[in-house]
C-alpha cells in the first residue's frame, strides 16, 4: 500500500484547505483511510476516519463539525475538507491505511501500519 498526501498549504484564520490522499496498491480488502496530525512539539493526533468501502466515517473531537473526510474510490483518493481553520490546526497531517478496524479503533494510530509523507498546513495571518 502506497499512500501520497497532498494539498496543504499556507491559509488564514477562518479559511478552508483541502487535503488529498491518493492510494495505491490496496491487496484485500476492508480497509480504513485515516487522517492524523502532529505539531511541533506535540504527540499525533486523531483527525478523521473512513471505511473504503460503505463509507462510515467518524472523528477527532476539536475537528468535529468543522472538517470532513471523504472519498472517490474511483479515483483512489480520500480528502479532508478543512474549514474555519484556526492557528491550532497548524501541523503535519498525514493520511494512513489499515484493515479490518472497528470504529473504536480507528482513532489510534498504532492500528495503521500505512503511512504517507505528510502535507504541512499553516494557519497564520
Known amino acids: 500500500v502506497q499512500l501520497q498526501a497532498s494539498g496543504g498549504g499556507l491559509v488564514q484564520p477562518g479559511g478552508s484547505l483541502k487535503l488529498s490522499c491518493t492510494v495505491s496498491?490496496?491487496?484485500?480488502?476492508?480497509?480504513?483511510m485515516g487522517w492524523f496530525r502532529q505539531a511541533i512539539g506535540k504527540e499525533r493526533e486523531f483527525v478523521a476516519a473512513i471505511r473504503w468501502s460503505g463509507g462510515g466515517s467518524t472523528y477527532g473531537g476539536s475537528m468535529k463539525g468543522r472538517f470532513t473526510i471523504s472519498k472517490a474510490n474511483a479515483k483512489n483518493t480520500v480528502y479532508l475538507q478543512m474549514n474555519s481553520l484556526e492557528p491550532e490546526d497548524t501541523a503535519v497531517y498525514y493520511c494512513?491505511?489499515?484493515?479490518?478496524?472497528?470504529?473504536?479503533?480507528?482513532?489510534?494510530?498504532?492500528?495503521?501500519?500505512?503511512w504517507g509523507q505528510g502535507t504541512q498546513v499553516t494557519v497564520s495571518s
Open positions: 496498491r490496496l491487496t484485500g480488502s476492508d480497509y480504513v
Open positions: 494512513a491505511a489499515a484493515q479490518r478496524l472497528i470504529i473504536s479503533s480507528m482513532s489510534n494510530e498504532r492500528n495503521y501500519p500505512y
